[in-house]
């Protein structure tokens, strides 16, 4: 039996399309935040039904299994949260989604809180990148404007000898019971003899 068939069926498979990462960012937290609302409509619905049965104290919920309603957003509020999200940096992506989850963690919001929490992390993490980038822009310009001659004159002035012949060391200061003369972790300098 040949195995060509399966061959050529193999290479027939469509590839996925390369995406940018921004794309990839953009739907891993939209993914999320649509995983963490459904959590919440969960979790508030079997507050609901502990509630009721506490009421009612019989639970007739296996006789009825009427459809839960289910809680999305507004388009516009969609578009408002992806157009923030495709602003978020490959690289924070995944500290935005642990804040995410330790907040809904912590507080348990309703489903429709969801959607509000899920922009505050949003907004902390675009004003930590501004953060970020103005510290680097910072950095960059304080590099471009700092003196280079001062180490450079420096050097050419004083000499480190960190191994000169005339450091003595703590077996002779302790045969001689006298207190060293300066502190042993630091190298000797000394300034160049001019001619």
Not at 68 to 85: A, F, H, I, M, N
């Amino acid at each position: 039996m040949s195995l060509l068939p399966w061959l050529r069926a193999n290479e027939a498979l469509p590839r996925p399309s390369p995406r940018s990462p921004a794309e990839m960012v953009l739907e891993t937290l939209m993914v999320e935040l649509a995983g963490q609302m459904r959590e919440a409509e969960r979790q508030q619905w079997e507050r609901s039904q502990a509630v009721r049965k506490v009421c009612t104290r019989v639970d007739y919920s296996w006789l009825a299994s009427a459809p839960r309603p289910t809680y999305d957003l507004s388009p516009g509020e969609r578009l408002q949260l992806e157009d923030v999200c495709a602003k978020i940096h490959p690289a924070y992506c995944g500290p935005a989604i642990l804040r995410f989850r330790q907040l809904v963690a912590e507080q348990e919001p309703e489903v429709q809180e969801v959607s509000r929490l899920f922009r505050s992390v949003l907004q902390e993490v675009l004003e930590r990148m501004e953060e970020e980038e103005e510290a680097q822009r910072l950095t960059r310009q304080w590099n471009l404007r700092a003196p280079r001659g001062s180490l450079a004159t420096f050097r050419s002035r004083a000499r480190i000898a960190p191994f000169a012949s005339d450091i003595h060391t703590i077996s002779e200061d302790v045969e001689r019971d006298t207190p060293p003369p300066r502190a042993w972790s630091m190298p000797e300098f000394r300034a160049r003899k001019e001619d």
